[in-house]
């Protein structure tokens, strides 16, 4: 495990559990560092000579620069003492963590967006009546929009048996269907419905 302890003087053999894994941290920093360089050489000249667009080359660079220091990373805290076991255990953990935050967080993100999207574009406003048509002609919620709010939009129902009922729709379904919208004011009513 110490090859280098028979080169050491005297006074340093006792520091060959030191000097031996500094030697190996330093090679494989250094190393590392060559290659992301030689990496980066050989990619821009590649994006060079075949005219790839600046916004290719530049990410693949980046991506390949991340994938040696995380490597080297690894490599080094295993020289450390870290066993490579359980920093993989741990990393994995962390990002299967991440994916089920995400994945539970994604409607709310997405209804977050929504409003946004619903506050800028004004596809309709507070006071008008709009219906989510589900497919084709056959009809959908409809409701006067009483108020646009981060998650859900409310809307009271204008249907004849549930007269004034409060709807609560999530503002992802307004970019997901078809609206019908009547201005605040105009008459929404279809023919027949007297």
């Not at 549930?162 to 009547?182: C, D, E, I, M, Y």
Request: some cysteine.
């Amino acid at each position: 495990m110490e090859p280098i302890k028979p080169y050491l003087p005297a006074w340093a053999a006792g520091w060959s559990d030191v000097i031996w894994p500094t030697l190996q941290v330093a090679a494989i920093v250094a190393v590392a560092w060559v290659l992301q360089a030689l990496i980066r050489r050989l990619l821009t000249r590649l994006g060079q000579r075949y005219q790839l667009p600046a916004n290719v080359v530049a990410p693949t660079r980046n991506l390949a620069r991340w994938v040696i220091y995380g490597v080297a990373v690894v490599a080094v805290l295993e020289r450390i003492g870290v066993s490579s076991t359980v920093l993989w255990t741990g990393i994995t953990s962390f990002v299967t963590v991440a994916a089920v935050a995400f994945f539970a967080a994604w409607s709310v993100l997405s209804n977050l967006f929504c409003a946004l999207l619903i506050f800028t574009t004004r596809p309709f406003r507070e006071g008008d009546v709009v219906e989510v048509i589900d497919s084709g002609d056959k009809p959908g919620i409809k409701g006067r929009v009483i108020d646009i709010r981060l998650i859900y939009t409310v809307m009271q129902d204008q249907d004849a048996a549930h007269p004034g009922a409060l709807l609560q729709v999530p503002n992802t379904l307004f970019f997901q269907k078809s609206l019908r919208r009547w201005r605040a004011g105009t008459d929404f009513r279809a023919p027949g419905d007297g």
